[in-house]
């Protein structure tokens, strides 16, 4: 009778090789599944987003929210904004910014900003006081943007740097999409460059004259609306092996166009801007991406990122341009 063969120290090598190997398809299943999963939520975000603009422009005369604060309009309770409303229209669009901030967040010590521009990253808090949603909204969070989601669960975070510096009290009401300034800024009188928003050196500043009327567009000067980005994930979450700022030629993000449809495209499919203070010029506007500290790090591993092209947050023409799908238009550089 034979003696049956044990288990050998080749059949257990072999045996945990596979294993390891199984083992690495499985994690890698996972992590696909759950980048399709935000993916998809993230999409669904933007929809959303979409459905609140079309309501409220069917009763605001047909305009993307906006802050609509002005020297001569609106009011608030609380003496130090109401001062800062007088002061004009950037300074009263911050001023109504904090003042939402403060109702709906219950948070009363939220301190005014000087020089800050709500409406890119802040562009749904008229929305959200509009629709009478909760607050912080969970659906104005992208899901690979962990770090704000966490900061919606505990709007009253202690751990930042310095402790308790006011000013990152606003951080947890921000959203994780941007809106184009087409939507928000007079960038297409071409005969009053002091009025228009410009882009500053770096991705979160922007230079605005004082005398600027910032106010909502309204949603039917739009030429190309299936053609024209509206709304997008600022990074680039669940593509490639790297977090990517939306900027980047290779960055694909879910983008909300304004016809309502959400598709996820390259950016550098996008026709490449303009230079909204320079219509005539064939230039694009460009700038660094230089994150701040709560940011996804650079490419270039601590130097600054240089975009050479604003795409679809510059749209050459503004509201009658289009970003994807067909060419730029005329605006006398060509």
């Not at 009763?59 to 002005?70: C, H, K, L, M, V």
């Not at 184009?180 to 960038?187: F, G, I, N, R, V």
């Not at 928003?197 to 000067?221: A, E, F, K, M």
């Not at 005539?280 to 660094?288: D, I, L, V």
Request: charged residues 20%.
């Amino acid at each position: 009778m034979r003696r049956r063969r044990g288990f050998t120290i080749i059949d257990l090598v072999v045996t945990l090789a596979v294993a390891a190997m199984l083992g690495l398809v499985l994690v890698g299943l996972m992590a696909d599944a759950r980048r399709n999963a935000g993916l998809g939520q993230s999409i669904a975000n933007l929809k959303r987003f979409g459905d609140g603009i079309r309501a409220y422009a069917l009763e605001n005369d047909d305009r993307f929210p906006a802050y609509t604060w002005s020297a001569t309009e609106g009011h608030s309770e609380d003496p130090d904004l109401e001062a800062q409303r007088l002061q004009g229209s950037t300074a009263s669009s911050a001023a109504q910014a904090v003042d939402i901030l403060r109702r709906l967040s219950g948070y009363q010590n939220m301190p005014p900003f000087t020089g800050w521009i709500p409406q890119a990253r802040f562009a749904h808090l008229p929305l959200l006081e509009f629709l009478g949603s909760e607050f912080p909204a969970r659906w104005t969070a992208s899901p690979g943007d962990e770090l704000l989601v966490a900061w919606q669960r505990d709007p009253f975070f202690d751990d930042i740097d310095p402790p308790h510096y006011e000013p990152f009290r606003r951080l947890p009401y921000q959203s994780s999409y941007e809106a184009a300034p087409t939507w928000w800024a007079p960038e297409e009188l071409a005969d009053l460059n002091a009025y228009r928003v410009r882009q500053g050196t770096s991705h979160g500043h922007w230079q605005v004259s004082i005398l600027s009327v910032l106010t909502g567009r309204r949603l039917n000067t739009c030429a190309f609306p299936s053609e024209k980005a509206m709304m997008w994930d600022v990074w680039q979450w669940y593509h490639g092996p790297r977090i990517a700022y939306w900027a980047h030629a290779e960055a694909r993000v879910p983008i909300l166009s304004a016809d309502g449809h959400v598709s996820v495209r390259t950016t550098g499919e996008a026709n490449p801007g303009w230079l909204p203070v320079l219509p005539e010029s064939p230039g694009t506007t460009s700038f660094y991406y230089a994150p701040f500290d709560w940011e996804p790090p650079e490419f270039t591993d601590g130097r600054p990122d240089w975009i050479d092209a604003g795409r679809i947050r510059w749209t050459r023409g503004g509201a009658l341009g289009r970003d994807f799908d067909g060419p730029e238009i005329d605006t006398g550089q060509l």
